[in-house]
């Protein structure tokens, strides 16, 4: 078992955390393929808890290297990137929209991934495993993730139409690579 505890290894335990995250990213997918959102929602909030736990231990146990550096953002890209939007375009868009407006929806949810895949990959290219900076620059993919979450929660309980989703996940999908700066927490 000193593998859990062996910087190297990729299947140390921070790396372990990671795999749990992509396994709850997968199985919220297959869940919205399912229109099952209720259950989808819940596992991407098991994967985002996952993705706090893993950073902690790769810190605390001084576990951190490349491989958990990519690990990361590939999870953070499903959990993060891709099931919120398809949650959101199954979920909204699909059930609410004509064909001319999903085309639309369409092109906004591919400029939103589009843009969370251009920040995880700007993010690892500049990261360090061993620091943590204090402010990130533009809106990170896990607090991109919840405000989309909020944006479907307004639309489901009928506070949004899905317009102003669209418009919502435009604006989200460009504070991901912008210069607003978030206090990292």
Known sequence: MNFLWTPSSHFNLANLFTFVNITAGLMATYFITQNNFILAIALAWVGGAFDIFDGKIARK??????????????????SFVLVPVFLIFQA????????????AASIISIYYVISGLRRLIHFNLNADTREVEKYF?????????????????????????????????????????????????
Do not use: C
């Open 92 to 103: 909204v868009y699909a059930s609410q929209f004509d064909t001319t407006l999903l085309v």
């Open 137 to 185: 620059t533009g809106v990170p993919t896990p607090l991109g993730a919840i405000l989309l979450w909020l944006v479907y929660l307004t639309n489901a309980y009928e506070l949004l139409p899905a317009s102003v989703v669209m418009a919502l996940m435009l604006i989200i999908g460009w504070s991901l690579n912008s210069k607003l700066k978030v206090r990292h927490p």
């Open 61 to 78: 146990y001084k576990l951190s290297n490349e491989f958990g550096v990519q690990l990361d953002s590939f999870a953070d890209f499903l």
